[in-house]
């Protein structure tokens, strides 16, 4: 069993839709980051939180450290918003990455 | 303030030959670290840097090797490369072994033909 797992792992909305991708891992953990990668394959650091909730524009990440589960959501999204969504947990010092989500967002 | 810069963005290798891809740490940074990710895959751990000395590392072999110099800039080399070390490699800098977040570069994708 992997020690993050992502859902859905992949995901098609139309424009506007509420997105949510969930992150379960079964590690202990001081943070966790929620990355945004693009096929040319560089790597945006969208959140890093450790309890409760942040917000950032349309972005909205929430954990909750008991549970060992984070979710990340977009309000209101857009076709810019398509690119892989990675949630990725700090253990020891690195960070182990999700598989990813893939989101397409449609017109 | 100057983000992460990784070099080349794109190589080409032939089995068995050596390898150095380099990075450039954001101003302030003193960590750096490196993932492989292969097609379609999430970044797989290889090694951190912290201050000059390697603080961690994942399940690759010893043929992955890296440096960390006192500008706190990284080297990552790979000898003898294998088919299967094709991937996207990254580079990530950070202050304090990422515990105030990350920053990453484009990434070096590596081809071994």
């Known amino acids: 069993k992997n020690e993050v797992e992502q859902s859905p792992q992949n995901l098609t909305a139309q424009e506007g839709e509420f997105i949510t991708i969930n992150c379960s891992y079964s590690v202990g953990i001081s943070a966790l980051h929620w990355l945004q990668q693009h096929p040319g394959g560089g790597i945006v650091s969208l959140f890093m939180?450790?309890?409760g909730k942040k917000k950032h524009g349309r972005l909205i990440a929430t954990i909750n450290i008991q549970e060992k589960h984070s979710s990340l959501h977009i309000t209101a999204s857009h076709p810019r918003d398509s690119a892989v969504y990675i949630c990725a947990p700090l253990n020891t010092d690195k960070l182990i990455f999700g598989t990813g989500t893939r989101l397409q967002v449609f017109p | 303030e100057t983000g992460v810069t990784q070099s080349p963005t794109h190589l080409i290798k032939t089995r068995g030959q050596q390898v150095t891809l380099r990075c450039s740490s954001q101003s302030g940074h003193n960590t750096v670290s490196w993932y492989q990710q292969a097609l379609g895959q999430g970044p797989q751990f290889i090694f951190q840097?912290?201050?000059?000395?390697?603080?961690g590392r994942g399940n690759f072999p010893p043929r992955f090797s890296g440096l960390q110099f006192p500008n706190y800039s990284s080297e990552l080399n790979v000898n003898a490369l294998e088919l299967d070390d094709s991937a996207l490699y990254l580079c990530?800098?950070?202050?304090?072994?990422?515990?105030?977040?990350?920053?990453f570069g484009s990434g070096t994708r590596l081809t071994v033909v």
């Open positions: 939180l450790s309890s």
């Open positions: 840097y912290y201050r000059e000395e390697e603080n």
């Open positions: 990530a800098s950070s202050w304090d072994r990422g515990h105030y977040g990350y920053t």
